[in-house]
């Protein structure tokens, strides 16, 4: 579906329209694929699967800039329940320098305000050109070039800024509804809420005890606020619910992963190490499990759709770097969900061979899930793990299964 955002000019002065191509769509299909030929196998997985209108409830939105009615310039949004991960930003190499990109951001972000979006979430360089473009528009550092987007109260118009003037998975079915908890949810009690401390906490932590003159200051902590809001309400107790993971979980998982938990080391497969992006592990995960590659993943569900927690089987695979018939096991919650670790494991049905599981040794909830569910603590690797520029050991699990 297409829609017409408005006209803009360039900074040559050229006509430019901006409009949003909502997924599935098939007029306009060969041309997005044409403009974003250069992304890799995953992503043109994704393209052609929401336009074609195989990625579920995954709302898949391409915001194009065109001149004289061709597509030169297009941002991507992918989005769940107002949850959404920005990227595919991309301008052809010889329609660059004009501005095209922020007269599209702005029009997205007005779109996205409209629609009553609350989080974007996008990975880029860290202070590079474009990190200081998404700045502008009121994106904050999370980790790094990992920034966050929170809009407006819903119904709200977006932020603006000015144009720069410098320059389903795959999961069999059945097998699946064999797995418990599937179809029902269940209520959570945070243990410890004190536990949760998000970035947002930190940058007001850091800025606690003196007064803020400089007004990108001040429209941080306001950002920091409204951020904090919103995550205490998606996370928030709730009831819950283990299903296998879809591409309507890929925004809201990637959520999950800008929120720190206290772990080091949540994923080894995702490489995630406390907070951190998303965008392109889901993204593989989601490829593998269509692709039949023996990859396994469940989500923990909350009845308002959030994923409070994640739990993933990769296979090792050959070669040096792997090891054939074993499995590498990882699963992480939201502190506020740690006692649904074992309902997640319970989730993932293991295959014969031999599974490991990397433990942070201040992860005792995650050991206790694993011993429950009948693995043995092999091993301490000491000095494994580097977090905070200081070394840390690494509890190894494993388990056989006949």
């Given amino acids: 579906m297409l829609t017409m955002l408005g006209e803009e000019r360039t900074k040559a002065g050229e006509a430019l329209t901006v409009e949003v191509v909502t997924a ?65 930003v991309f301008t052809r190499p010889e329609q660059r320098r004009k501005g095209i990109c922020q007269a599209i951001f702005r029009r997205l972000l007005q779109d996205f305000g409209r629609r009553d979006g609350r989080v974007l979430l996008l990975g880029t360089g860290f202070e590079s050109a474009a990190y200081w473009i998404y700045h502008s528009f009121g994106f ?59 970035a ?115 296979p090792t695979g050959g070669g040096v770097n792997g090891w054939p018939g074993v499995w590498l096991l990882d699963a992480f919650t939201h502190p506020y969900f740690n006692s649904h670790l074992p309902e997640l494991l319970a989730g993932l049905a293991l295959p014969a061979g031999k599974i490991i599981a990397y433990v942070d040794t201040d992860s005792r909830a995650k050991a206790a899930a694993l011993e429950a569910a009948g693995f043995e603590r092999e091993g301490t690797l000491c000095g494994f793990l580097r977090a905070g520029g200081a070394p840390r050991d690494v509890w190894l699990y494993g388990r056989v299964t006949p």
């Fill in 200 to 314: 947002a906490q930190a940058v007001r932590n850091a800025s606690a005890g003196r007064l803020m003159n400089n007004p990108d200051e001040v429209r941080d902590a306001v950002h920091v606020g409204a951020e904090e809001e919103f995550d205490r309400g998606w996370f928030a107790p709730a009831l819950t619910r283990v299903v296998p993971l879809a591409w309507r979980h890929w925004p809201v998982l990637a959520l999950l992963g800008a929120q720190a938990n206290g772990e080091a080391l949540r994923s080894a497969a995702w490489k995630l190490r406390g907070l951190g992006s998303l965008e392109a592990p889901v993204l593989r995960t989601l490829a593998a499990l269509s692709g039949g590659r023996g990859t396994a993943a469940v989500v923990l569900e909350t009845e308002r759709g959030a994923v409070a927690g994640c739990a993933t089987l990769h």
């Fill in 24 to 88: 599935p769509d098939g007029e306009y299909a060969e041309s997005i694929r044409d403009l974003l030929a250069h992304k890799g196998p995953e992503w043109e997985l994704h393209i052609r699967a929401a336009l074609d209108g195989e990625t579920d409830a995954l709302e898949t939105r391409f915001y194009l800039g065109l001149l004289d009615g061709r597509p030169v310039a297009n941002v991507m949004t992918v989005e769940s329940l107002g949850i959404g991960i920005l990227g595919h």
């Fill in 140 to 198: 904050r550092s999370l980790n790094g070039g990992f920034m966050r987007y929170d809009a407006p109260m819903a119904g709200a118009a977006a932020l603006t800024a000015p144009i720069d003037s410098g320059g389903p998975s795959g999961t069999d079915a059945a097998s699946a509804d064999a797995r418990p908890n599937q179809n029902r949810f269940e209520i959570s009690v945070p243990a410890e809420p004190a536990l949760f401390i998000n």
